[in-house]
């Protein structure tokens, strides 16, 4: 016959294994396990078995041993862990992509019914619609004020009605109902609360980011540097060239108000000096694309002369009826 640990032995197998998945593993996803059933659990750990370690426990437990285990080794990055325990909370070891990881864990979702005395997630809306039952549930519906009309036998809801409010407490009547209807407006797994990698912790936000939002958070960040640095002249890379193009149009103004002059400037004063020069430089620019449209509209010609005509009977040599 096996003998069972003790409480004390538990504990100090539990800091074992918890000290040594934080020294095989850099990365752990926090998750919230709340009304995540046992079985789920199970099929969670399975369907992630490979790469990543699933570990739930005390928090107060967790605490003690990631405080202990940073003092021994020395790695404070590991204290970055404790504010993140706070309520039913479990952690995700892995050493695959987070996003991936995270994916992976959102579906292994379940439906579960509205039970009384339950905050509810979403807002539960009923559908129109036949619900199949008899006319003597209709008391059901008069409570919460539903518009319903008897049809062929059975009660039917009229228009939509919002049974319940995200936040609100599930009430004895409306998680009959739900229960009659035979709906299960919630659906519960495990949810990602924050992400830790090497020390740092982001929000599970971060994961879903793609190449082309860094693009564009980084293109934005430079445009702020760039119109800092023009407002107050201080030279950055991002703005040197909007500071020398503004450098130039302040010495083309200069030499076009004054009679000092260099070769660009020459022409940029012909042009204000002789205002139809503007014409003839567009004109060239003209020529080229109706040349070029013509060009194209005269070889569209060509191809169709080029099509042979369709043959009829009467080339062939002979009539229908000869």
Do not use: W
């Not at 998945?21 to 659990?41: E, K, M, Y």
């Amino acid at each position: 016959m096996v003998n069972k640990l003790s409480k004390a032995d538990k504990k100090i197998a539990y800091d074992a294994k918890l000290c040594q998945l934080l020294d095989d593993f850099s990365q752990i996803l926090i998750v919230a396990a709340d009304n995540v059933g046992s079985t789920q659990l199970q099929n969670i750990r399975q369907g992630l078995r490979g790469d990543s370690v699933v570990l739930m426990g005390k928090n107060t437990m967790m605490k003690r041993s990631v405080r202990i285990h940073s003092e021994k080794t020395g790695n404070k990055a590991f204290l970055n862990l404790i504010p993140l325990l706070q309520g039913n909370v479990g952690l995700i070891f892995t050493k695959g992509d987070l996003k991936e990881v995270s994916e992976e864990v959102a579906k292994y979702k379940v439906g579960a019914p509205a039970r009384v005395g339950l905050v509810a997630p979403i807002d539960v809306v009923v559908p129109p619609g036949n619900t199949g039952l008899d006319p003597s549930q209709t008391s059901f519906f008069q409570v919460l004020n539903i518009p319903t009309k008897i049809n062929k036998g059975t009660v039917e809801i009229i228009t939509p009605v919002e049974l319940i409010k995200k936040g609100e407490k599930v009430g004895s009547s409306e998680a009959a109902l739900l229960a009659k209807l035979g709906i299960r407006p919630f659906s519960y797994g495990l949810v990602v609360l924050s992400a830790y990698d090497n020390g740092s912790v982001f929000s599970p936000e971060v994961l879903d980011l793609t190449e082309d939002d860094l693009a564009e958070k980084f293109a934005a960040g430079v445009s702020m540097i760039a119109s800092l640095s023009l407002a107050t002249s201080y030279p950055t890379l991002a703005a040197a060239p909007h500071m020398f193009v503004n450098a130039y149009k302040n010495v083309l103004a200069v030499a076009v108000a004054t009679a000092y002059s260099y070769p660009e400037a020459e022409k940029v004063k012909e042009f204000l000096e002789d205002p139809s020069k503007f014409a003839f430089a567009a004109a060239p620019v003209t020529a080229a694309a109706a040349a070029s449209s013509g060009a194209s509209a005269a070889a569209k010609e060509e191809e169709k002369k080029e099509e042979p005509a369709e043959e009829s009977d009467d080339d062939m040599g002979f009539g229908l009826f000869d």
